[in-house]
């Protein structure tokens, strides 16, 4: 925990969106042309590109460089994964946004983040 910031916020939170920062900025000059296919586009293939993607390759970087990490996620991660590819499922089905889906997404983040700062640590034995 560095500055009483727990370390599963730091990296659920603050990294990815310091991680995808050129891609928020795309998408912001995107949504100033009002082209929402394309934000969809982005936002869901950003999504997909770290779950499928980054995450096994830290996985395969950390056994190359001999640190141990694994894909062993604790059922506080897997059911918010779930959970939120559900509401995500859920408000794309009919290929329509408004302001309501947006406000609702937007509540979803900040439960999700509050979730993440006070839930508590977990510590392993090596």
Same mark, same amino acid.
């Given at each position: 925990m560095a500055w009483? $910031?727990? =370390?599963? /916020? %730091?990296? #659920? #939170? $603050? =990294?990815?969106? @310091?991680? *995808? @920062?050129?891609?928020? =900025?795309? @998408?912001? =000059?995107i949504q100033t042309k009002e082209k929402m296919d394309i934000l969809v586009k982005i936002a869901v293939g950003s999504s997909t590109e770290i779950t %499928? /993607?980054?995450?096994?390759f830290c996985v395969i970087l950390g056994w190359i460089m001999d640190v141990p990490l694994d894909l *062993? /996620?604790?059922? /506080?991660e897997t059911t918010t994964l779930f959970l939120t590819l559900l509401v995500v499922a859920f408000l794309l089905q009919d290929d329509s946004s408004n302001y309501y889906k947006g406000l609702m997404l937007m509540f979803c983040y900040l439960i999700i983040t509050a979730s993440f700062f006070i839930k508590p640590e977990n510590h392993f034995s090596s």
């Open positions: 009483g $910031i727990p =370390v599963s /916020f %730091m990296s #659920v #939170v $603050i =990294v990815p969106i @310091a991680g *995808n @920062a050129g891609e928020h =900025v795309c @998408a912001t =000059v %499928m /993607f980054t995450i096994p *062993n /996620f604790q059922i /506080f």
